[in-house]
């Protein structure tokens, strides 16, 4: 078992990195890097969807990639640096924070960010075994709904809702696979429960003004042309 200076020293040192890793604004780089910024077009949102609208289609997946890879990658090795030092659930959960806050709240973007889907299915995939099936679950939800309606928001909040669905279904009532998975009790798996709920309501809060666009029938579908006009009033770039 991890010593209580263990803990602290792990916390002290993954939360701050993995924070300034997930600020860095890969979406309005690569617009940067082409003489754009995207924070002036589209919904002027940094994030890997208004970078495809703007920049095109092959932009969303090298924004989304990148993005993904900032919430991935660090919660990772942390999980993996816990699991063997036999360390507690929620040190993992505390860098998949870290990560998640940075896309949303970046420190060099005076803390105005993205919606953080991309960073934060990374991030969950990180977490194994009960994260990373529930995330992969997510994946193929998010699927069959982006190909039905060709819309990244609701399809990313369904998404966000499947995963919080699922990660009870996955961690409590899932039959034991030998070498995978063994079913939590609910004490055991209330950390990941809070977790998935609260991921849940932040990216559906992120999407608020996406729901008041598709309230009205607004909301563009991947594929169609850019706008390159500045942005609109009721999509604010503080976002």
């Known amino acids: 078992m991890m010593t209580e200076q263990q803990i602290v020293l792990t916390i002290f040192v993954t939360a701050p990195i993995t924070y300034l890793i997930g600020s860095i604004p890969f979406g309005l780089i690569l617009g940067l890097a082409r003489g754009v910024d995207i924070r002036k077009h589209g919904s002027g949102n940094i ?49 998949a924070a870290a990560a998640i806050s940075g896309h949303l709240f970046p420190i060099y973007l005076g803390f105005k960010g993205g919606k953080g889907v991309a960073t934060s299915f990374g991030a969950m995939l990180g977490i194994w075994p009960v994260f990373t099936l529930s995330a992969l679950g997510a994946v193929g939800v998010f699927a069959v709904v982006f190909m039905s309606k060709r819309i990244i928001s609701i399809s990313s909040m369904v998404a966000a809702i499947s995963f919080a669905v ?11 696979i030998p070498g995978v998975i063994q079913p939590e009790s ?9 977790a998935s709920w609260l991921l849940c309501a932040m990216v559906i809060w992120k999407h608020r003004s996406n729901i008041r666009r598709l309230l009205t029938g607004t909301e563009p579908k991947m594929g169609e042309s850019a706008s ?9 770039q503080t976002k």
């Open 166 to 176: 699922l990660v009870p279904l996955v961690g409590h009532f899932l039959s034991p």
């Open 228 to 236: 390159t006009a500045p942005i609109k009033n009721d999509e604010p």
């Open 186 to 194: 609910w004490h055991e798996l209330m950390p990941l429960l809070i």
């Open 47 to 95: 994030g890997a969807t208004n970078a495809g609208r703007v920049l095109g289609m092959r932009y969303f997946w090298y924004a989304f990639f990148l993005d993904f890879l900032k919430g991935f990658l660090p919660v990772l090795v942390c999980d993996l640096l816990i699991t063997n030092l036999n360390g507690p659930i929620w040190i993992p959960l505390i860098t």
